[in-house]
C-alpha cells in the first residue's frame, strides 16, 4: 500500500491557532526618566502588576556607553511601581563570541534562574544581533519562553534580526545550528543607540537593507542609490529612515509571508545567505555578517547574470552601490579549497539541512525581483567567484 492511500482505523485531527503580536517602535534617548516607552513595552499587557526585570547588555556597547548601566538601573528604580530589577544587569560579549561559546549561554541560564524570573518577567536585552540571538534563546527555555523585550543597538540588529521572530547560537562550526522561533514580546529601535556605533558596523548593518530592497522594493533600492554617500558616512537622519524602512518591509514579510517560522523552504529573506554564513566562518569571524551577506548577494546577483537570469546593468548597479556604501565585495576565504571543492560550497549543504533536505535559493530576475531555484552549478558559482577576486583586485 502506498502512503497516500493509508487511512487510519481512528483519527483525531488537532488543530489551533494561535495569534502573535508584538509591537516595534521607534524613539531617541528611551532610557530617559520620563520617557515612558520602555515601561510601557515590559508592562503594557498586565499594566497593573510590578514586573521582575533583568537586563543583558551588549559587552562592546557599554564599553562605549559607561553609564548605560547606571542609567537603566535609575529608570526601573524610577518607574519602581511597574518594573523590579531582580539583578545587575549582565554583561554579554558582543559580536559572533556570544553565540560561539556554550558556556555563555549556560551561564545566562544559571543567571535567569538565580534571579527567580517567572511568566510574567521580562528579560530586556540591550546590544547588537548576536547578543539578542543568545539572550533570547536561553530566555525561550525557562518556564518555556520569558518575555523577552528588545532594544537592538546596531544597524543591522534594528533593520533585521532585532525585529524578527527567531533566536540561536551557532553549533559544529555551523550558523544558529541551535535556535528557537521566539516572537519578541516588544521591540524599541532607539536610534540614538547608533550614535557610538563604528563606521564599519554602521555600513556593515546596511547590507541587510541592500538585501530586502533587492527582493522586495526596487523604490526603496533606488533610494539607496540616491542617498548613498550619505549612508556610507553614517548620517543620522538617512540613516534612521534606512533602518525604518527596512524594518518595516522585514516585519511586512514576517506577516504575510505565509511562512513566519520557515515550516517550507523558500526563504527570501536569506537572499545571498548561503555563502555568508559559510564565509563568516571561514574568515574565522574576520567579516561581520553584514560583510558577508554583501559578498554574497554580488556572488549570487553574478551567478544569475552568468546563467542569463539578470540584466549586467543590474548587476552593475548592485556592486557600484556595494562600493559606494563602504562595503566588501570579496574575501580571500572565498577561494579556500576543501580537497578539490572549494569550501564554501558546503554552505549549500549547510543551507540544505538547515531547510529540511530540499535546497531553495533565491536569485534575481530584475531589482526588486527575486526567483526560487533549487539547484546551483558548482562550475558558475566558481566562476563567479573567480570574476569577484578579479573586480576586487582592480578595484
Known amino acids: 500500500m502506498l502512503l497516500k492511500d493509508f487511512r487510519p482505523d481512528e483519527l483525531h485531527e488537532q488543530r489551533f491557532r494561535v495569534d502573535f503580536e508584538y509591537p516595534v517602535v521607534f524613539g531617541r534617548s528611551v532610557f530617559a526618566l520620563d520617557d515612558p516607552t520602555l515601561r510601557w513595552a515590559v508592562a503594557r499587557r498586565e499594566p497593573e502588576r510590578r514586573h521582575p526585570v533583568f537586563v543583558v547588555l551588549d559587552q562592546g556597547l557599554a564599553e562605549a556607553r559607561p ?72 530566555a525561550s527555555l525557562v518556564h518555556r519562553g520569558v518575555r523577552v523585550v528588545r532594544l537592538p543597538s546596531t544597524v543591522l540588529a534594528q533593520c533585521d534580526g532585532g525585529v524578527g521572530v527567531k533566536t540561536g547560537v551557532n ?79 522585514h516585519l511586512a514579510h514576517i506577516a504575510s509571508g505565509g511562512d513566519p517560522f520557515e515550516m517550507g523552504s523558500a526563504r527570501p529573506l536569506d537572499y545571498g545567505h548561503w555563502a555568508a554564513h559559510k564565509l563568516e566562518v571561514l574568515s574565522r569571524h574576520d567579516l561581520r555578517h553584514g560583510e558577508a551577506v554583501a559578498i554574497g548577494m554580488l556572488l549570487d546577483a553574478r551567478y544569475a547574470e552568468r546563467v542569463g537570469m539578470l540584466p549586467a546593468t543590474e548587476l552593475e548597479r548592485l556592486g557600484a552601490l ?74
Not at 334 to 359: I, N, S, T
Not at 360 to 380: F, H, P, Q, W
Open 322 to 395: 556595494l562600493s559606494r556604501l563602504g562595503l566588501p565585495t570579496y574575501h580571500p576565504a572565498l577561494g579556500e579549497k576543501l580537497g578539490e571543492r572549494l569550501a564554501v560550497l558546503a554552505g549549500l549543504e549547510d543551507f540544505r539541512e538547515h531547510l529540511g533536505g530540499v535546497l531553495s535559493v533565491t536569485l534575481l530576475e530584475r531589482i526588486g525581483r527575486g526567483r526560487e531555484v533549487t539547484a546551483l552549478d558548482d562550475g558558475v558559482v566558481a566562476a563567479a567567484i573567480a570574476w569577484l577576486a578579479e573586480r576586487g583586485a582592480s578595484a
Open 171 to 249: 553549533g559544529d562550526s555551523t550558523k544558529n545550528l541551535f535556535g528557537t522561533f521566539a516572537p519578541p514580546h516588544a521591540v524599541i529601535n532607539d536610534l540614538e543607540l547608533l550614535r557610538t556605533l563604528p563606521l564599519r558596523d554602521a555600513r556593515a548593518g546596511m547590507a541587510e537593507a541592500v538585501k530586502v530592497a533587492l527582493i522586495r522594493d526596487a523604490e526603496f533600492f533606488a533610494w539607496i542609490e540616491a542617498n548613498a554617500d550619505a549612508l556610507g558616512r553614517a548620517d543620522a537622519e538617512p540613516l534612521g529612515a534606512l533602518v525604518r524602512r527596512c524594518a518595516a518591509l
Open 67 to 138: 553609564t548605560l548601566a547606571s542609567d537603566l538601573e535609575r529608570y526601573v528604580a524610577a518607574h519602581s511601581d511597574a518594573l523590579e530589577l531582580r539583578a545587575r544587569p549582565f554583561v554579554l560579549p558582543g559580536g559572533e563570541a556570544a553565540k560561539n561559546d556554550p558556556r555563555l549561554v549556560q551561564a545566562l541560564l544559571d543567571a535567569y534562574v538565580a534571579a527567580r524570573l517567572d511568566r510574567q518577567a521580562a528579560v530586556l536585552v540591550v546590544g547588537g544581533g548576536a547578543v539578542l540571538d543568545a539572550a533570547g534563546y536561553g
